[in-house]
Structure formats: C-alpha cells, structure tokens
C-alpha cells in the first residue's frame, strides 16, 4: 500500500504499509524452500555445469525453474497420494473392526465387503480425479502462453519512474493521455477537461491543469526483436527495464487547487459525473467530497472501521464506493440531494482492496481474499459471481463496451474474466515480456475498433497491450 511522504523514496521504503511486510516474509520463505532442494553451495546453473549443451545459460536456467515447478507439483500430489492411501487403509481397519462384533461373521463378504469395496472405489476414484486435474493444469499452463500472445499483444513499455507505480489513467477523450502515479497514491483524469487529480502521502489532493502537445507519429515498437532477446530478467540490476529509456516531458508545478482536511494518507481520489465534485479516500477511516470550485468540504463520510483503500465513482450517476481493511465496501448515493443513503456490501474475508463501477448496474471488487466478486446493485444480499485466484487481487478495472474485468495480482499476473467470471486470458509473462514485481493497477482504454489495456507496477514500469476482443471472445 502506498505510504506517507510520496516526495521521499528513503521515507517511503520505511513506512511500507502491513501488507508488505506480509509479502516479504513469503518470499524469503519460498527462497528458503528452493535453496534447499539443491546441494549447499550449488547454484541452479551450476547443475547442468558439464553436460554437453549449447543453449544459453539463462534459457537453461529458465528451464530448471519450469522443470522445478513441475517436480513441485507431482510432489504435491504424491504426498495427497499418500494420505488417501492412509484413509483407505484407516477405512480398511474400522470396517474390519466393525465385522468381529458380528458372531460368524466374515467381514470379507456379504454387505461388510461391498460397502468397504464401495468406499475404496470413491477414494479411487477422487484420487484418479485429483491426478487428472493437476496434470491438465501444468499441461493447459504450458498451451496459454500461446494461446495469450495471439489475444493479448504487447505495444510498449513506458519506464522513466525510479520508484513503484502505485497507480495508472487514461483520458476519457483525445487526445489519448496516460497517466502513471508514484511519488503519489492515485490519478484520474477530468472526464472532458484537461485536468488531473492526485491523492498523496502528504493528506492532501491536487488538481492539476495540463495541456497536451502531440508530438510527431512514431514507427512501432520492434516487438520481434524483444522476443528474441534471451537476456534473464534475474540477472538485471534492480530498475533496469528493457524500452527506450525515460523521455522529456513537459513539468506541471502550480497545481490549480489543493484539496484537505483529511488526518491521514490520502490514497485515492476520484471526479463525480460531471466533474463539478471531487470525491477522496484516506487512511483515516473517511471519505471527504468537495467541491470543484471553491474546493471546499461539501460532506464527509464515516463509517468504516479500518482504513479506507480506494474510491470510485459511478460514470453516468452520482454515486460513490469506498473499499477498506475492514473487509467491506460501501454504497454512497448522492442522486437525491437531500438523502444520502449508504449499503454495506459484505462477502469479503480480507481487505478489500478495489470496488468499481461498471457501465450498467453492476459493482466488482477485488481483495487481499484473492477472490473477486460481481454484485447487482438492485440485489446486494449477495455476489452473481465470484472469482477464485491464487493470489491477491490489487485496483481492478473494468471495461466499458465489453465488461471485461482486469485483475492485477501480487505474482505479477494479469488475468481477464468475464462478468460471469469465466477466464477469457492471462497476460503473456515471461523474462521478457510483462512485469517482473507485484501489478498494482489496470485501466483500459477503447477507442474506435480499438482495445487497449495498461498496467503498472512495482517493477518502475507501464504496459500498454493491444486485447484482440474477437480472438478473446471466440476463446471463450
């Protein structure tokens, strides 16, 4: 989670929020564990030291991790292997105890012997299940990657940051602008003017006038020539990104107004319809909405139990969602001015991390849970849809036209599913293409017959790719 003083990298580093430290501690121990697969003092390459090969060492190496993989899943399997051949040999024994307490009995045969038969072929049959189920995933694990270069392509890397990008825009209109947030919290762009609004560290929101200058068309990125780089992203110095390197841009240093009374870290903000409010989400357990003019405090809203992590607004009606550790969202509805009445919506077991907004009448969130959850917003007893992950889910987006759901994880993953939460893809990912630390954020953008998705994260990078929506939709 972002932190005070987004001005200080040094003040950053030291102020991490709880769930860094959380993420930390696992990887050390997921280092621990691979270390000791191998003899002390032999590295992964030095295994294949010797053996007559001429592939590269970095593609070796990639390949032991793949192959290392595997070994870990079979591993896993064996060992439930095992204990299913325990309960069946415990079945075995409680059956047979059962049979002595019957005189003449032979607990061998007759209906002893069937239902211990029937128990056994169940056990069978659920570890025959098992086996199937987790070699089709290592297989179908290995045919996505192909299959999600042909939908999802990538078109550039934007880099130039020298810290994390917590959070990332696009213009709602041309001139196509993005935006990447890092020394502070969170940016969204004025759905018609050229303004930009940022929450950060320092308990204050900024509003920013820019003006676009477009520069002179460029030729293409070379994407074959990135595939065919075979450097490993292991061996990079911490920060360095393939790409062309930062840019000149022009500075933006008066921010037009300044937006405060909050107590705490400000770490997200977003416009109302209309652009006439601004709403804000802090640390202290609030959500301030204020006024585009005067910048003035109109209302705050209280509630939450813990601190807030995001906010979001509705694109065509006045309504508000703030998300929070204290694993619920909440409902604000401002179309009635002179009843503001607000829904909890609980189902999640973790912190909440990102609720938005779809076109219709739909809200998705996302959690430290790694579920995510569609909810009708005429039903909210209950999600339509949940979406299970094997790993934390960060600041989602969805898409306007298609409704397609963007899930930014803690493994560097990026999935899309549908809003009945059936997988469409998973962005290609490899040392050298995709993100290399934790994805903190998506945000799409369909302009024309076009469909472009962009992400960021604590690699100092954004991505921009190209969704191939037919190709995707026919996957489906």
Same mark, same amino acid.
């Given at each position: ?9 040094g003040s950053a580093s030291a102020a991490r929020h709880p769930k ?10 997921? =280092? ?8 002390? &003092? ?16 970095? %593609? ?5 991790? *793949? !192959?290392?993989?595997?070994? =870990?899943? !079979?591993?896993?399997?064996? +060992? ?14 409680? %059956?047979? &105890?059962?049979?002595?307490? +019957?005189?003449? &009995? ?17 056990? @069978? ?12 995933? +290592? ?19 934007y880099v130039g940051h020298r810290d994390g990008i917590w959070d ?37 929101? /900024? ?51 300044? *937006? ?49 992590? /995001? ?26 001015? @002179? ?5 909890? !919506? ?18 998705? @969130? ?20 949940? +979406? ?6 960060? =600041? ?20 899309? !599913? ?16 995709? /993100? ?41």
């Amino acid at each position: 989670m972002p932190v005070e003083g987004g001005s200080s990298s040094g003040s950053a580093s030291a102020a991490r929020h709880p769930k860094q430290k959380r993420k930390a501690h696992s990887l050390s121990i997921r =280092r621990t564990n691979s270390t000791e697969e191998r003899p002390p &003092g032999i590295q992964r390459g030095d295994m294949l030291e010797g053996q007559d090969s001429k592939l590269p060492i970095s %593609l070796r190496n990639n390949l032991l991790d *793949l !192959f290392g993989q595997i070994e =870990r899943e !079979f591993e896993n399997l064996y +060992i439930e292997n095992l204990e299913l051949r325990r309960e069946i040999d415990s079945l075995n024994e409680r %059956l047979t &105890g059962d049979g002595q307490t +019957i005189e003449g &009995g032979d607990p061998t045969k007759g209906a002893l012997k069937t239902k211990a038969s029937h128990s056994t072929s169940q056990l @069978s049959q659920k570890l025959k299940t098992t086996y199937k189920a987790s070699t089709s995933k +290592i297989v179908s694990s290995f045919k996505a990657t192909a299959g999600s270069r042909a939908v999802c392509q990538l078109l550039k890397e934007y880099v130039g940051h020298r810290d994390g990008i917590w959070d990332l825009s696009v213009t709602r209109n041309p001139p196509v602008v993005l935006g990447t947030a890092s020394a502070v919290n969170s940016i969204k762009f004025h759905p018609t003017e050229q303004m930009a609004l940022t929450a950060s560290g320092d308990q204050t929101a /900024h509003i920013w006038r820019y003006m676009v200058q477009l520069p002179a068309p460029q030729p293409p990125p070379d994407v074959s020539a990135l595939c065919d780089d075979d450097q490993d992203s292991s061996d990079r110095e911490e920060g360095e990104v393939d790409g062309e390197g930062p840019c000149e841009v022009p500075t933006v240093r008066l921010a037009t107004a300044t *937006l405060k009374s909050h107590q705490g870290v400000v770490i997200a903000a977003d416009w109302l319809v209309g652009g006439r409010q601004v709403v804000t989400a802090s640390w202290d357990r609030a959500a301030n909405l204020y006024e585009l003019e005067t910048s003035e405090l109109v209302h705050t809203l209280t509630g939450h139990d813990q601190e807030l992590t /995001h906010c979001c607004t509705h694109p065509t009606q006045r309504l508000v969602v703030t998300s929070s550790r204290d694993t619920t969202f909440r409902l604000w509805d401002f179309r009635d001015p @002179s009843i503001h009445s607000v829904n909890v !919506f609980q189902g999640h077991t973790d912190t909440v991390t990102s609720a938005v907004f779809t076109v219709g009448d739909n809200v998705v @969130s996302g959690s430290d849970d790694r579920t995510v959850k569609v909810w009708d917003l005429k039903n909210m007893r209950s999600p339509i849809a949940t +979406i299970r992950t094997d790993s934390a889910v960060n =600041r989602i987006s969805v898409s306007a036209n298609q409704r397609i759901i963007a899930l930014p994880h803690d493994n560097r993953q990026v999935r899309l !599913f549908d809003m009945s939460g059936v997988r469409l893809a998973r962005l290609p990912r490899s040392n050298r293409m995709g /993100h290399r630390r934790m994805v903190c954020c998506t945000a799409w953008n369909e302009e024309n017959q076009s469909c472009n998705l962009f992400t960021c994260g604590f690699d100092r990078q954004a991505i921009g790719w190209n969704i191939n929506i037919p190709a995707l939709l026919q996957e489906k």
